[in-house]
């Protein structure tokens, strides 16, 4: 499974505007040095203000603020060329900020947020739309000062009402789990003055990832938004309109098929020292094909140019052809330190027969990854079996001291097992080198015995209602027919009523977000960060569990909910990676999931016209954003006849 990813931009009513004020305040700084010595001692306590470029959730910035360049890029390469990937299936909108529609891949990366963060570093956020920031050091408001040059991609100028809108806009109509958390949190926006622009956060709540947070949001153009009558909630073939280096080439795309994403030689931004050597493509062309096999094929025939290799049976036996024996073709495995995905296939515990967690360990034991990585995968993956699995974050062996001073509590008020104290956190189960363990088949079998599901004379487990114990696989990738047909075969030896159900990609999304949640087992990402902050509510919260499109599986737990409170709650970064590690075993615990695999390298072939950095950073592959074109190479290809564009 794969996706197509690049390094973008993340993150009401009307406002009463405030004269610039900055003039008059530069110009009296004198007379306020003096006055202030003659005020009382409590007068003089005000809160210590930080002004800065970047800001960081613990210690200091890699970066000074007279930086040039980010370390990872090339600062002088060319721009021009163009890249090209593919998509799975079809996209019928423009807008990634809603359910409604199938949006482009990469439909968020003509917009810009007021931070952005870098490929090297960690829980760190820089000025983009910003020139500066500033902050009390209990965090409970930020003010952003704009850059006056930061402008749309229609040469209006960003402003702070447009931020103001934009915020506004998406806790209205964004997603509903958005929208959800950001209520708790935030009190308001208001613009100061053209280029200022405060957030006030709510009393009570932890405030240490909130600057960055609202720092994230994509700023949107307010007189566009309602001089066209765009609609956040709609689906919509118009984009909004954006800060960000590439806008939509609407003359390239075919809805469904292709969309071409054009670079803006008018970029305000082009010459930031964080922007300096990235954005180096004239065009990213985005090409969409039915199924897995398909695309391979397209990629052969030189449809399109840069394939990150997700199937280890193609990775393996199907890089052979021409273009590779030429060296047309350049295939390399490129070193990654970022954390796994957390992909598995998730359970929708809103069915009533997966409420009881000894089901759910059953179907856990009937998975033989072993035998499937030997078998299906030429070995070239690795279990996952944390939720921040290739981290530093990942708990492992019995918890420590600090861990389980955190857990305690829970296991006083019954809300955790007493083995979670002093045991190893849940793992996935061992396999032997047969696709069907009997052992572990002996296993589940007891396991749905005492949860009541018993085999009748049909060899089919039934409940006392006399219900078949029935699992659907949902699917929409015919790559991973022969991955789950092997797992179905073993469910159907302990009595299971197992089997897939393919779907496309529309009814995949339909079937899989709110409010339908129409599926037993599938495919999905066990979603966390290096520095978990609300999201983890979005992700793993009961509060959203039945309106996000994050945690599908509905999980609704007390540990779990105050384990993430925990979490937010840390000051430092120890506190929060003992926090991490204990959430880690809660959640593992829940057994919500059968996880699948990964791999700590990018498995990647392209057409060799294309160049990197020497070193690249820790946690971006980068290939659409600090990547650039050789010329001289592809022409050379296209004499050779080895690209079809």
Known sequence: MGEVTARTAQGRVAVSRLPDVRSWLLGGLGLLAAAAAALPAHAQDAPKIIKAHGISTFGDLKYPADFTHL???????????????????????????????????????????????????????????????????????????????????????????????????????????????????????????????????????????????????????KAQYEREGLDLEEGSLKPFLGSGPYVLDESRMKVGQTVVYRRNPDYWGKDLPLMRGTGNFDAIRIEYYADYNAAFEGFKGGSYTFRNEASSILWATGYDFPA???????????????????????????????????????????????????????????????????????AEGAPSEAEVALLQPFVDEGLLPASILTEPPVSPPVSGERQLDRGNLRAASRLLDEAGWTVGSDGMRRNAKGEVLRVEFLNDSQTFDRVISPF?????????????????????????????????????????????????KQYYGSETADVSAFNIMGLKDKAVDRMIEVVLAAKTSEELEVATKALDRVLRLQRFWVPQWYKASHTVAYYDMFEHPETLPPYALGELDFWWFNPDKAQALRDAGALRQ
């Open 324 to 394: 590779v024996q030429t060296g047309h073709v350049v295939k390399v495995e490129l070193p990654s330190g970022a954390k796994a995905t957390g992909q598995g296939w998730m359970l929708n515990l809103r069915r009533e027969k997966f409420q009881d967690p000894r089901v759910r360990e059953a179907l856990n034991l009937m998975f033989n990854f072993e035998w499937s990585n030997q078998t299906l995968f030429y070995g070239i993956y690795t279990r996952v079996d944390s939720f921040w699995e290739n981290s530093y974050l990942e």
């Open 488 to 536: 179905i075969e073993n469910l159907r030896a302990l009595g299971v009523d197992a089997l897939m159900t393919r779907v496309d990609n529309a009814q995949m999304e339909s079937r899989t977000r709110p409010p339908s949640y129409d599926f037993d087992l599938t495919t999905g990402n066990a979603r966390t960060n290096y520095i978990s902050g609300a999201e983890l």
């Open 71 to 221: 370390d990872y890029v090339n600062p002088d390469a060319p721009k021009g060329g163009e890249i090209s990937e593919w998509a799975f299936g079809g996209f019928d909108s423009m807008n990634p900020y809603s359910v409604k529609g199938r949006a482009a891949a990469l439909s968020s990366i003509m917009y810009e947020s007021i931070l952005a963060g870098t490929a090297d570093e960690i829980g760190a956020a820089y000025c983009l739309l910003c020139e500066t920031l500033e902050y009390p050091e209990d965090r409970s408001w930020v003010i952003f000062n704009l850059r006056p040059e930061a402008k749309f991609s229609d040469g209006t100028p960003v402003t702070a009402e447009d931020v103001v809108f934009s915020y506004e806009t998406f806790v209205a109509k964004g997603l509903t789990d958005f929208r959800t958390i950001f209520a708790q949190q935030v009190e308001g926006a208001e613009a100061l003055d053209t280029h200022r622009v405060k957030f006030t956060f709510k009393k009570g709540i932890p405030t240490r990832d909130l600057p960055q947070d609202v720092g994230g949001l994509p700023v949107l153009s």
